[in-house]
C-alpha cells in the first residue's frame, strides 16, 4: 500500500535520514516525523465515540494511539461512517481501520488484517417484557429483531432467522432506542459493547437473551482487527508487533482496565 510520495530534500544527510526512519508507504510530515491516518466510526461508545466537546475517544482510540506511539508515528484520526468504512480505506482517505471490526473470510477478501487487539462475544439482547429465554431461529420465529448494518450481527439474522422481521440500523444507538421503546423485540449485539448501554437507564428495559455466540466462525469471525489495504505487508509488519508490544508492556491492560473491568484479549 501507497500512503503517498516522499518529499525529497535537497541535502543528502536529510533524505538519508528520512529513509533511515521511514516505514515504507507513511506519509512524511517531516524527516523524522511520520503520519498514519486511522479511520474510526466515532459512534460505537466504549469503543469509539465522540463526546460534548467533539473529541474523538475510546478503547479503539487509545489502543490505536499506543500503536502509533511504538512504531514512532503520528496518529491522525478520520472519523467515518460504519456502511463506507471499507470504500474509504480502499480510496486512501485513511491508512487503517480502528474501529471495532471483526476478523472475518468475507472482509479478508477485500482488506488485510493485522492479528486480533480484542475478542467479545456476540449476544441477543431483548426487551425484558417480551420475555425471551430462548434465542433459537426456531424461538424468535416472528420476533421483531434488530442489528447495525453491514456488521457480523446483521449478516448472522439475514442467514439464520429467516422467519423472523429483521430491522437494521445505521448505529447501534439507534437499535439502542428502539429496544428502549419497544420497536424491537431483541437485537444481536457485540455484547462488550452493550453491557455499557446496560448499565445506563434507557438500557434498564433490556437484558442479554441466551448464551454467548462464537459460532459459527465463517460470520462471527475470529476476534477483532486492524483493517488495512490489499498488499500494505509492512504496515501490517509494523502493527503486529507493535499490538505483541503493548500487549508485552502492560500498555495494553492499563488501557483494558480503563473502559472495563474484564478482560476483552
Known sequence: ML??????????????????????GLTPASAAEKVVKIGTEGAYPPFNAIDAGGQLYGFDVDIAKALCEKMKVKCEFVTQDWDGIIPALQAKKFDAI??????TDERKKVVDFSDKYYDTPTQFVSVKSAGITETTPAALKGKALGAQS????ADLLEALYKESTIKLYATVDE??????SGRVDAGLVDKTVTYTWLETPPGACCAFAGPEMFEPKSILGNG??????????????????????????????TINDKYFPFSIY
Open 3 to 24: 500512503f503517498g510520495k516522499r518529499a525529497r530534500f535537497g541535502l543528502r544527510f536529510v533524505a538519508a535520514a528520512a529513509a533511515a526512519v521511514a516505514l515504507a
Open 224 to 253: 477483532v482487527g486492524i483493517a488495512v489495504r490489499k498488499g500494505d505487508t509492512e504496515l501490517l509488519t509494523a502493527l503486529n508487533k507493535a499490538i505483541a508490544e503493548i500487549l508485552a508492556d502492560g500498555t495494553y491492560k
Open 175 to 180: 437499535l439502542y432506542a428502539d429496544l428502549a
Open 150 to 153: 453491514a456488521t457480523i450481527q
Open 98 to 103: 480502528v474501529a471495532s471490526m471483526a476478523i
